[in-house]
């Protein structure tokens, strides 16, 4: 079944004091483009994340942001160097008795300098990498199902759109032997009207306006948009990375209906292929979704 190549998807994991979300926005490309937002601490691990994303994606164009959450209480806890902070307090009371200030250095006094006494924040490398793979593989998930679902939307109007064309190919061949019956009664009639010699030069004249008629007569096209119609129905039916392949057969459906075009001496046929166009059109618009 088709698969959608436009869709969002998000994940979260968590250990510890670390929350990782995930989310991921997918639209068309023709070939797999990735893109990442993530702490720099994450962009030592990008080859691996992306070999992880290639597991689940073909073809698409991905922005994928990944967002760390830590633990408040924890990681302040963790990151209190208690050493710089009695150095802190002893600057502030020094400040304090030089200045000649009465007032005792507040909490505000002490957090303002708090760059002093706090460490930098760093991702564990190796245990935080797990949790971010973690919650990068459930939006691939939640991803793949949400293109799954509009890549089943995408396949039914499909569907109906290749019923409608198989319908009209059946129109145009009815259409077609009567409409090549009437042109060619209506060349010999001109001929009978033009040639005063028409007796003595019957056969060959029968055989030229034979030959002109199978010019105009579009059986072998239609047999071959059928042939089409059914190999399109077969590969929108099978799995992996259809939407190429899609593509390739409606070129050439589209290309069968324009030379039923040029051949059509029936308005009625004519009126029928541009129908018929018309909804190779649709579907060329839609399968641009499929990956």
Known sequence: MPSSMTGLGRGIAQAGELTVETEIKSLNSRFLDISFRFPRDVSVNEFELRDLIKKYVSRGKLTVNIKLQFNEAEVLGNLLDEEALNSTMELLHKIKDKSGIDEEPTLENVLSLQHFFF????????????VIKESLANALEDLKTMRAKEGQALGKDITERLETISSLVNKIESINKSSVQEYFSKLVERAEQLSAELKDNELRLNTELALLVEKYDV?????????HLDMFKDALQSNGEIGRKLNFISQEMNREANTINSK??????????????????KI????????
């Not at 460490?119 to 797990?130: A, S, V, W, Y």
């Not at 059509?264 to 059109?281: Q, R």
């Not at 060329?284 to 990956?291: F, G, H, T, Y």
């Open 219 to 227: 059986t072998e096209e239609c047999v071959r948009l059928k042939s």
């Open 264 to 281: 059509a001496i029936s308005t009625d046929i004519l009126h029928t292929g541009i129908l018929i166009k018309e909804e190779l059109e």
């Open 284 to 291: 060329r618009e839609q399968i641009q979704n499929i990956e």
């Open 119 to 130: 460490k930098e924040q760093e991702l564990d490398t190796e245990n935080g990498f797990e």
